[in-house]
T-cell receptor, first 111, second 116 residues
Framework: ELKVEQNPLFLSMQEGKNYTIYCNYS?????LYWYRQDPGKSLESLFV???NGAVKQEGRLMASLDTKARLSTLHITAAVHDLSATYFC???????????WGLGTSLAVNP | NAGVMQNPRHLVRRRGQEARLRCSPM?????VYWYRQLPEEGLKFMVY????????ESGMPKERFSAEFPKEGPSILRIQQVVRGDSAAYFC??????????????FGPGTRLLVL
């Protein structure tokens, strides 16, 4: 059974600093998603990573995928307050498009 | 192009009542997924449907829960005889046909169900 673990679960950081969120998964998968959720809101798709070594960047966020290590990272560069949200990784279970989700990383960026 | 639409956004029910949650997928999307999110937790897959077909319902509780996606109209998630433990946010997502747009699932705003 596919399991997805994120760490850290909570992250408080200062504006301008860099940090990385990690997402490990337990069995082979060919795609991984990162989503953002603001409190009380829906989920916004950030990245879809499809192959080993894939790297995607959007603004201050960069995501990468290592399928051999079953690891994805979401790197935050020079954080700003607007990035405060909960970030989820979700891994494609393969059968019938099911997504298995991590518990999320709650990020607070402080001035 | 409207996004995924869900209604109601908030629903309050007393124990034993029925809850009906509706989801209209994005235009051109033929695949619908339902997820449940408990407070401070990630999402749990419930069911995956295509028009008139349930493809995977492995995440659905065996009793009281059912889902449909008729040929015409929205997808419906139905919870009969609700209990307090059913209180959660229920998200619907849709995706385009297989092989297009990297199969990203686009989420609706969710229905927050509170059972008193």
């Amino acid at each position: 059974e596919l399991k997805v673990e994120q760490n850290p679960l909570f992250l408080s950081m200062q504006e301008g600093k860099n940090y990385t969120i990690y997402c490990n998964y337990s069995t082979t998968s060919d795609r991984l998603y990162w989503y953002r959720q603001d409190p009380g809101k829906s989920l916004e798709s950030l990245f879809v990573l499809l192959s080993n070594g894939a790297v995607k960047q959007e603004g201050r966020l960069m995501a990468s995928l290592d399928t051999k290590a079953r690891l994805s990272t979401l790197h935050i560069t020079a954080a700003v307050h607007d990035l405060s949200a909960t970030y989820f990784c979700a891994v494609y279970a393969g059968n019938n498009r099911k997504l298995i989700w991590g518990l999320g990383t709650s990020l607070a960026v402080n001035p | 192009n409207a996004g995924v639409m869900q209604n109601p956004r908030h629903l309050v029910r007393r124990r034993g009542q029925e809850a009906r949650l509706r989801c209209s997928p994005m235009k051109g999307h033929s695949h619908v997924y339902w997820y449940r999110q408990l407070p401070e937790e990630g999402l749990k897959f419930m069911v995956y449907l295509q028009k008139e077909n349930i493809i995977d319902e492995s995440g659905m509780p065996k009793e009281r829960f059912s889902a449909e996606f008729p040929k015409e109209g929205p997808s419906i998630l139905r919870i009969q005889q609700v209990v307090r433990g059913d209180s959660a946010a229920y998200f619907c997502a849709s995706s385009p046909p297989l092989g297009t747009n990297q199969e990203t699932q686009y989420f609706g705003p969710g229905t927050r169900l509170l059972v008193l």
